[in-house]
C-alpha cells in the first residue's frame, strides 16, 4: 500500500528553522520524484522543491532558493526538507508528494504526473 507519512512541523520564530521529514511506503524513492507542496490558509497550492528519483538533483521554487534544501536517505525511504530562515510566508501546510519518475521534477508545481499525496504537516512562523 502506498503512503508518504510527513512529520516535523510546528510553531517557529522567523528566522528560525525547520526539517521536514517524508517517509514513503510502497515504493522506493526510485521510483517516484518527491516534489514537496505548501498551502497556506485563503491561499492556493504552491510547489515549493522537487527531488529527482533519478539523481536525486534538486529543484526549488524562487520564493524559497537560498533558504531551503531538499535532500533523501534512500536506505529509509526518506526525503527531507530542511527550511532555514523562516518567514511568515512561508507557513502552510506542507505536503509531500509522489511524482511519476517519466516527469522527474518536470512541472511538478502544476503537480503534473503526481500520483500520490501525504496528508501534510502544519507550519506556523510567528513570534
Known amino acids: 500500500q502506498v503512503q508518504l507519512v510527513e512529520s516535523g512541523g510546528g510553531l517557529v520564530q522567523p528566522g528560525g528553522s525547520l526539517r521536514l521529514s517524508c517517509t514513503v511506503f510502497?515504493?522506493?524513492?526510485?521510483?517516484?520524484?518527491i516534489p514537496w507542496f505548501r498551502q497556506a490558509p485563503g491561499k492556493g497550492r504552491e510547489g515549493v522543491s522537487c527531488?529527482?528519483?533519478?539523481?536525486?538533483?534538486?529543484r526549488y521554487a524562487d520564493s524559497v532558493k537560498g533558504r531551503f534544501t531538499i535532500s533523501r536517505d534512500n536506505a529509509k525511504n526518506t526525503v527531507y526538507l530542511q527550511m532555514n530562515d523562516l518567514k511568515p510566508e512561508d507557513a502552510g501546510v506542507y505536503y509531500c508528494?509522489?511524482?511519476?519518475?517519466?516527469?522527474?521534477?518536470?512541472?511538478?508545481?502544476?503537480?503534473?504526473?503526481?500520483?500520490?499525496w501525504g496528508k501534510g504537516t502544519l507550519v506556523t512562523v510567528s513570534s
Open positions: 527531488i529527482s528519483s533519478r539523481d536525486g538533483s534538486p
Open positions: 508528494t509522489a511524482q511519476r519518475s517519466r516527469y522527474d521534477c518536470a512541472s511538478y508545481v502544476n503537480a503534473r504526473g503526481v500520483d500520490y
Open positions: 510502497g515504493f522506493t524513492l526510485d521510483d517516484y520524484a
